[in-house]
């Protein structure tokens, strides 16, 4: 299965570099997750590129995916997703689900700042 133009415009809206660790060692189940994520669920969205990014990092806090919220914070930020509104984020999920579940999410927070040098 191959990723349609579509779909390979709104992948790299996210990932400017087009590189996809999941894609170098699962292309087939990258193709599926490039498919429904990219093309499928964007066919009815009415949230900007901006608004969906900041939904899925509160959500991946939620489900405590701490590796692909950093691959989706570093792309937030590529595509104009502030500071202080990911660091907001991370402050609100501790109402939701708990100080200790978010901690390491504030430490990937901090570290990808760092990096980035801010």
Same mark, same amino acid.
């Given at each position: 299965?191959?990723?349609?133009?579509?779909?390979?415009?709104?992948?790299?809206?996210?990932? !400017?570099?087009?590189?996809?660790?999941?894609? @170098?060692?699962?292309?087939? *189940?990258? /193709?599926? +997750? %490039?498919?429904? $994520?990219?093309?499928?669920?964007?066919?009815?969205?009415?949230?900007?590129?901006?608004?969906?990014?900041?939904?899925?990092?509160?959500? !991946?806090?939620?489900?405590?995916?701490?590796? @692909?919220?950093?691959?989706? *914070?570093? /792309?937030? +930020? %590529?595509?104009? $997703?502030?500071?202080?509104?990911?660091?907001?984020?991370?402050?609100?999920?501790?109402?939701?689900?708990?100080?200790?579940?978010?901690?390491?999410?504030?430490?990937?927070?901090?570290?990808?700042?760092?990096?980035?040098?801010?």
């Amino acid at each position: 299965m191959s990723i349609s133009k579509k779909e390979q415009v709104n992948h790299n809206q996210l990932f !400017l570099n087009g590189k996809s660790r999941l894609k @170098e060692i699962d292309p087939e *189940l990258s /193709a599926l +997750f %490039d498919h429904f $994520v990219f093309d499928e669920v964007l066919q009815y969205t009415q949230l900007t590129i901006k608004q969906r990014m900041k939904v899925t990092l509160a959500t !991946l806090i939620t489900m405590q995916c701490v590796n @692909e919220f950093k691959i989706m *914070l570093n /792309a937030a +930020f %590529d595509i104009g $997703v502030t500071p202080i509104e990911a660091k907001e984020i991370v402050y609100q999920t501790v109402r939701y689900v708990g100080l200790r579940k978010v901690f390491d999410f504030s430490q990937v927070t901090n570290d990808v700042l760092i990096k980035r040098g801010i």
